[in-house]
């Protein structure tokens, strides 16, 4: 299970991916696309999880535990676009859920680059041939991704 590594200190990364679809006769249609991503790590110190949104990497959030962590995740599942208009033919959701667990230099890594800095000296062909090493380990051990996906009924709205 993926709590086990969070609570041992390595961050979570939460990407959500979803969208509206208009089903037609012969070829469904995109009507509308987002995504988003959320990191979750709990401090080795005080023992909070910190929480940081992909939109907005300056205003973190600290919860004093893992339910109130979790209630903050939970709070993002409801889709950020308004739905179709009534009467206009029949839709459906997808939506996919990537987890995955960063380790402490990908998660540095993802806030510079989130900023907008530039990654400097780490930026080599050397560098990038280690830190390919490194996740092809993690994916060995198991400890990569989980993905999810799922789509709703048709409806009419």
């Known amino acids: 299970m993926l709590i086990r590594p969070l609570l041992s200190g390595l961050p979570l990364r939460f990407h959500f991916q979803l969208e509206l679809w208009h089903d037609r006769f012969l070829a469904d249609g995109l009507v509308e696309r987002t995504s988003w991503s959320l ?70 890594e993802l806030e510079h680059w989130l900023r907008g800095d530039a990654l400097g000296e780490r930026s080599g062909v050397g560098s990038a041939f280690t830190r390919g090493l490194k996740r092809l380990f993690i994916r060995l051990i198991g400890l990569s991704a989980r993905k999810l996906g799922a789509r709703t009924e048709q409806f009419r709205p």
Not at 64 to 83: C, I, M, T, V
Not at 85 to 101: C, K, P, Q, T
């Open 39 to 108: 990191f979750l790590y709990q401090e080795p110190l005080s023992g909070e999880f910190n929480l940081t949104r992909s939109w907005d990497v300056e205003r973190d959030e600290w919860y004093p535990d893992f339910g109130a962590a979790s209630q903050a995740l939970e709070s993002w599942y409801l889709s950020p676009f308004p739905g179709p208009y009534s009467g206009s033919g029949r839709y459906y959701y997808e939506a996919r859920l990537e987890i995955e667990i960063l380790s402490l230099g990908d998660l540095d």
